[in-house]
């Protein structure tokens, strides 16, 4: 299973790549030649969003995302994995909601003919590289709840109560 999460992981740092190079040639054209990708802003903007989705699934398996510890700090480690488990259900709820909804506007975007501006390709193939990306967050979250509830040890130390000396 690890190699599925390292898969995921590498995908979205692939797209980070991606982004930044769309960006870093785009301003590079413009500036020093006056000349526009065809479509750039269209390409910039739907690669941004895949981005995010595929970032999405990147953070959530790790616990990455930001997070508040006010309450989370001042408690014991059986209350911290409760805490856990329950966000991350949560979690869970929120992103497989997202993922369904996300689905239905792939195929809407795709029945609707929406095009880029220039060169008039479809977009709704953007749309669903970031459902992927999606269902994929849904997938490492799973996993991610299954391994708090199961297999604690998975995170290493961080549930272990430690003695009083």
């Not at 966000?87 to 997202?98: I, K, N, P, R, S």
């Amino acid at each position: 299973m690890n190699w599925l999460i390292d898969l995921i992981e590498l995908v979205a740092a692939g797209f980070v790549g991606i982004v930044a190079a769309d960006i870093f040639i785009s301003v590079m054209l413009r500036y020093f030649f006056s000349v526009q990708i065809p479509d750039a802003y269209d390409f910039g903007r739907l690669l941004l969003g895949i981005l995010i989705f595929w970032g999405i699934a990147a953070t959530s398996y790790r616990g990455t995302h930001i997070t508040v510890d006010l309450l989370y700090a001042n408690v014991g480690p059986k209350l911290q994995r409760f805490i856990d488990v329950f966000a991350t259900l949560v979690l869970l709820f929120v992103v497989t909601v997202q993922t369904y909804t996300l689905y239905d506007k792939v195929w809407t975007t795709k029945a609707d003919h929406v095009l880029t501006f220039d060169l008039r390709l479809p977009t709704w193939p953007f749309f669903l590289v970031a459902w992927l990306g999606d269902a994929s967050a849904v997938l490492l979250i799973a996993i991610r709840t299954y391994r708090l509830i199961f297999q604690p040890d998975e995170f290493g130390t961080k549930y272990q109560i430690k003695p009083v000396e």
